[in-house]
């Protein structure tokens, strides 16, 4: 999993009735693109996280 700041992260729900959290990567603090990575949720919350199976990224290119 790569990543760039822009980017969005997409956790899917995995119960059923539980929505996706979308979150923008503020930062990549691994090397070259992998986690962890500092997100910011649209309530303003920011976070540290490596992704599990659960997540995707969606290039901010890709969005337009």
Sequence with gaps: ?????G???????RVV????????VVE???????P???VRFPDGHE???SPG???EVRHLDKEK
């Design 1 to 5: 999993m790569r990543a760039t700041v």
């Design 7 to 13: 980017d969005r992260l997409v956790q899917h729900g």
């Design 17 to 24: 009735g539980q929505h996706d959290q979308v979150s923008e």
């Design 28 to 34: 990549v603090m691994g090397t070259e693109g992998h």
């Design 36 to 38: 962890p990575y500092r």
């Design 47 to 49: 976070a540290v996280m």
């Design 53 to 55: 199976p659960d997540c």
